[in-house]
């Protein structure tokens, strides 16, 4: 019995666990990157390269193919192996061997295996982005859930400090030091407060529930995040020069990798269609075949008159005829030779070399270079357009990125004359010099400071991140 208490304890205590788990950030991103739609449609396309690779080496091979086949004819057919035609029921099977091997083919084979390593490439710099995208995403969310819950703070604390005020002014009240509307006036914030404190709580709801489901997480009511240790972490970032951060962004970010490796496939689309041009040359080889069941007749000597007396002809003059002695044959059925014997007895190899000169194929090999062509140039564009906008992204992440760090600074600086102002309004509210309505008013630019400290803080972190990634550090390795 006490080991089934302590089984059940045990249990209890796991679940417990389970559910008061909360995620870190770095457990949310890594979580997303194994498990995220896009990030797994991405290894999928990357997997296809590894089929294509596979392909394009395949060419290098020679091919080998078995054939076979096994027919039943009855009436008039040829006999497969006599070449005579013979009404009766037979069964023939046939059989081959057949080995080729492109010599060469315009190094189109040569092509398509570049090609396919470039496409593999080019796949991996695309899941890169795609997982940086995520973790973007990811961090965006977690930092909101962060704000959010750090607004909720915010307005409790504020509440409790309404909530003293209100037992306060209740005395004053009772005491006739202040009139009954102050009463009222604190009693409709502590309303107001509750109401904001409601709509926070939401926030985080829904907030919370937008990044398990980005996560791919259905568990909504147990799933929370750690909101505690993260705060302003600049690596150096924010010290260096918007060109320094730009070549950096350019040698690392995936944006450009693709478009180029977009430009190299391009190119070699237009060398494998220019590869057409060339002459194909192919060797070959071949082993065939048969066997029939069917009879067959053959001429054998007559026993019973071995031979017979024929005239040839006559003496020319004197018309003496000429006789002459011939063999006496009579045509004798005889059954099919044994199937492994007929096999040896009908064998037959073909071995050589086939030349195919291209020479009019309908402009065909023709529109595919020009196609080609046009294609490299529209790849060249989209990698000129790619660095275009790289540099607009990280210009503006760098604007974002400064814009953000002043905006918090000055944050900080309004919050602490929103301090002084409200413990100045909050002194005079107690001693009776200003009435409830001015220093809820003072209490209410106090709270919107404070918020507003929280949402400079958090964007700036965002803002910050996002020029990091920029400068090439992975998004697994950022630090919060």
């Known amino acids: ?77 040829f006999n497969p192996v006599t070449n005579n035609a013979q009404t009766t029921t037979f069964l023939s ?28 490439l080019a796949s991996q710099y695309r899941l890169d982005k795609m997982k940086d995208d995520i973790s973007l995403f ?26 003293e005020q209100i037992d306060r002014t209740e005395q004053l009240v009772e005491a006739g030091s202040l009139p009954r509307g102050d009463l009222l ?11 904001n404190i409601i709509n926070a709580e939401n926030n985080i709801t829904i907030s919370l529930i937008s990044l398990a489901q980005l996560l791919l997480i259905k568990d909504y009511e147990n799933f929370d995040i750690e909101d505690e240790g993260y705060d302003i972490v600049d690596g150096g970032i924010a010290d260096k020069s ?10 690392t970010r995936s944006e450009i990798k693709i478009a180029e490796q977009d430009v190299e496939l391009a190119k070699k689309d237009l060398q494998i ?34 031979s017979v007396t024929q005239e040839i002809g006559v003496v020319e003059g004197t018309g003496q005829s000429v006789v002459g002695t011939f063999p006496n044959t009579v045509a004798r059925q005889v059954g099919a030779d044994p199937f492994l014997d007929q096999l040896y007895q009908n064998d037959g190899i073909g071995y050589g070399l086939s030349l195919n000169i291209p020479i009019f194929n309908g402009f065909s090999t023709k529109g595919n270079i020009k196609r080609s062509k046009i294609n490299l140039q529209r790849s060249e564009y989209q ?10 992204n990280v210009y503006q992440a760098y604007v974002d990125a400064k814009g953000a760090f002043k905006s918090f600074e000055a944050a900080e600086i309004a ?9 100045y309004a909050k002194e005079r509210y107690d001693v009776g010099l200003t009435n409830a309505f001015d220093f809820s008013q003072s209490k209410l630019r106090f709270d919107n400071a404070k918020i507003e400290v929280n949402r400079a803080k958090y964007d700036y972190i965002f803002k910050l991140k996002v020029l990091e990634l920029y400068f090439g550090i992975p998004a697994t390795e950022l630090k919060f």
């Open 185 to 195: 006036e604190i009693k409709a914030i502590d309303a107001s407060e509750k109401q």
């Open 138 to 163: 990811v961090a965006n969310g977690y930092l909101t859930v962060i704000l959010n819950k750090a607004n909720l703070e915010v307005l409790k604390s504020q509440n409790a400090v309404t909530q």
């Open 1 to 77: 019995m006490k080991k089934i208490i302590s089984i059940i304890i045990v249990f209890i205590t796991i679940s417990s666990q389970a559910q008061t788990k909360k995620w870190t950030l770095i457990e949310c991103v890594q979580y997303a990157l194994e498990n995220n739609i896009s990030v797994k449609q991405s290894e999928l396309d990357l997997a296809t390269t590894d089929i294509d690779k596979l392909t394009a080496i395949g060419n290098f091979l020679p091919s080998l193919n078995l054939g076979s086949s096994i027919s039943e004819n009855t009436g008039l057919s």
């Open 273 to 306: 269609a220019r590869g057409a041009n060339y002459p194909t040359l192919r060797a070959f080889f071949g082993y065939d075949t048969r066997y029939t069941n069917a009879t067959s007749f053959i001429q054998v000597t007559d026993p019973d008159n071995p």
């Open 415 to 423: 919050l602490e004359s929103q301090q002084l102002a409200y413990d």
């Open 242 to 251: 918007i060109s320094e951060i730009l070549s950096k962004a350019k040698e």
């Open 93 to 120: 099977v046939t059989g081959n061997v057949n080995v080729g091997y492109t010599l060469f083919d315009g190094l189109r084979n040569v092509r398509t295996l570049q090609r396919a390593e470039i496409s593999k």
């Open 383 to 392: 990698l000129e357009q790619a660095e275009l906008d790289l540099e607009s």
